[in-house]
């Protein structure tokens, strides 16, 4: 099955960028997701990679995808308290059948005013 | 549009005892899920329902059971509670291959 590795904590001063790293095993994941978590709440999908592409740019979010690596990371540029939150990488398989999707650990985001 | 909801949103049991969590969609979802999150663990997957009727087992479900009777309801019971099984209970659904919709979340104490 699929082995999905984040880091656990990452602590940033507001208006920093975060990056947040994630490994996974499977190289047949067709979408690559990233969910956040804020506190007291489920997970909400924050942004998502096709597995063609190399960069996504969506405001303060920009993911890169490093196939050969099967790297995923996810920067958040001027980061702000209302950041602070559980990311979770979720890489997820192909079509067809159903594959379950592996959720990482979740790298808990701190942002310091 | 609710979306996920689940009931209750906490509890506490003594060991021993049952119960059982409901979770609700009104998404016309397929796929249900029943995940768990532990500090440090993430999310893990205790059972899942890919249609009306069907259940399968994830990576934990042992001390655990589930049903889906409607396709927009999604049942995880306890038959004898342990404290092991203290944790932060998620519902969510989803079309096939699609992006999971979660529930807020139920959490559960045994002591």
Redesign the interface.
Known sequence: GEDVEQS?FLSVREGDSSVINCTYTDSSSTYL?W?KQEP??????LT?IFSNMDMKQDQRLTVLLNKKDKHLSLRIADTQTGDSAIY?C?P?????G?Q??T????TKLQVIP | NAGVTQTPKFRVLKTGQSMTLLCAQDMNHEYMYWYRQDPGMGLRLIHYSVGEGTTAKGEVPDGYNVSRLKKQNFLLGLESAAPSQTSVYFCASSYPDKVLYFGPGTRLTVT
């Open positions: 656990l997701y969910y007291g709440a489920g997970l909400q999908l998502y979770f979720a997820t398989p192909p079509p067809g159903y379950k999707v959720f990482g650990t979740g």
